[in-house]
C-alpha cells in the first residue's frame, strides 16, 4: 500500500490540495466518498483512467477499475488497490461508482463497459452490487433503465421513502434521465429530469432547506435546484468555470459528488486535468448557499475536517 502525502501540515486544517493523486495510473476521476462506520474510516472510489499509458483514441479511458483509498480523518488517504467486482473479465471497463449504505448493507451501482475501446461507442450499463465491508461485493443486477448506455448514476431517497436514481442516458442526447425503487433492488425507469443540454455525473442532495443537482457540463459544473425532487430550474452561474489557484487545481472540475455535513455546509469532491493533459488530480472545496445560489468558491481557505456525525446516513455518517 501506497500513502499519498498531501501538502499542509498536521495543524493546519486547510483542505489539501490536491486531495488525491492516484499512485498507479495518475488519472483519478467521479470520486465517491463515504465513512464505514464498522471499520472507523472514510473511502474514496473513483475510475482509475490508464493516464500514464500510451493508449489511443481513449482507450486509456477503457479498461479502468474502480480504484479505492483509505483515511482515518478524510485528509490523508492510504491508496489500497481497486475493488474486485464479480462478474467481468480482465481488462474490462467500470466508471463513476455510487455508493450508498442502507439496512446496515452497502449497495454499490458502477457503470460496466466490455472490454476497452478506443471511441466512445458501443453499449453501457448500470450494474448493482452489495457487501456488508466495502471490500467483499455479491452482484445483483444489471438494471433495466431502457437504454443501451446508461451510465455514471447517483441515488437519494425521496420524501415519501421511495429511491431515485439519475443517471446520463446517452441514447437521449444525454440529458439526466431517472428510474425508481422501493428497494434499492428493482428499478423502474420514469423519463427525463433535466433536458437543457447534455451533460453527466449527476449528484444530488439537500443544502440550505432545498435540493440541488450538480452535473458536469465540460465547461463548469452546472447546478439546477429544486422544492421537491420533482422540478428543477437550471441556477445561472455554474461552479468551478475557471482555474483555481491552488495546486493541481488549475483547470475546470470535473464530475463531481457532495458530502453535506448538517443543513447548511457540505463538501464537493471533483477532479480536474491540470495543464489540461490526462493527468487527473481529486480535489475538494466547501458547498454552502448564500442569497439562494449554491456556492463553491474553491480558492477561499475553509476548514476541512470531515465528521462523521454530520454525514448523512445513507453515506455511512450519523446525520439525517
Not at 490540495?17 to 471499520?39: H, I, K, M, R, S
Not at 457487501?131 to 446508461?150: F, I, K, P
Request: charged letters at 25%; one cysteine or more.
Amino acid at each position: 500500500m501506497t500513502t499519498v502525502p498531501t501538502s499542509p501540515p498536521a495543524s493546519d486544517h486547510r483542505a489539501p490540495a490536491p486531495l488525491f493523486t492516484d499512485p498507479a495510473f495518475d488519472g483519478p476521476t467521479d470520486p465517491t466518498v463515504v465513512f464505514d462506520p464498522d471499520g472507523g474510516l472514510w473511502h474514496l472510489l473513483y475510475t482509475q483512467r490508464r493516464a500514464n499509458t500510451a493508449d489511443a483514441g481513449v482507450a486509456w479511458v477503457h479498461g479502468t477499475g474502480i480504484g479505492r483509498a483509505t483515511s482515518p480523518d478524510g485528509r490523508k488517504w492510504t491508496y489500497t488497490g481497486t475493488v474486485d467486482l464479480p462478474g467481468a473479465a480482465p481488462g474490462d471497463t467500470w466508471w463513476a461508482p455510487e455508493l450508498l449504505r442502507h439496512d446496515g448493507r452497502w449497495h454499490m451501482y458502477a457503470t460496466y463497459l466490455e472490454g476497452i475501446r478506443e471511441d466512445w461507442t458501443g453499449p453501457a450499463e448500470i450494474r448493482h452490487y452489495t457487501s456488508a465491508d466495502l471490500q467483499d461485493w455479491t452482484y445483483r443486477s444489471t438494471l433495466d433503465l431502457d437504454s443501451v448506455r446508461a451510465i455514471d448514476a447517483t441515488v437519494h431517497r425521496l420524501p415519501d421513502g421511495k429511491w431515485r436514481m439519475w443517471f446520463k442516458d446517452e441514447t437521449r442526447e444525454s440529458r439526466i434521465h431517472t428510474a425508481e425503487s422501493e428497494d434499492l433492488f428493482a428499478w423502474t425507469p420514469t423519463g427525463p429530469a433535466v433536458t437543457d443540454q447534455a451533460q453527466e455525473g449527476p449528484t444530488v442532495f439537500p443544502l440550505g432547506g432545498v435540493y440541488w443537482m450538480v452535473t458536469d457540463g465540460w465547461s463548469g459544473l452546472l447546478v439546477h435546484r429544486s422544492t421537491d425532487l420533482e422540478h428543477w430550474h437550471r441556477q445561472p452561474v455554474p461552479l468551478l468555470a475557471g482555474p483555481g489557484k491552488r495546486a493541481f487545481d488549475e483547470a475546470l472540475g470535473h464530475h463531481a459528488m457532495a458530502l453535506t455535513q448538517g443543513l447548511d455546509e457540505g463538501f464537493l469532491y471533483y477532479f480536474t486535468h491540470p495543464g489540461g493533459g490526462r493527468r487527473s488530480t481529486v480535489q475538494v472545496a466547501r458547498l454552502h448557499v448564500r442569497d439562494g445560489w449554491l456556492r463553491c468558491e474553491r480558492d477561499e481557505p475553509f476548514d476541512y475536517r470531515p465528521d462523521p456525525a454530520k454525514a448523512p446516513a445513507f453515506r455511512g455518517g450519523g446525520g439525517a
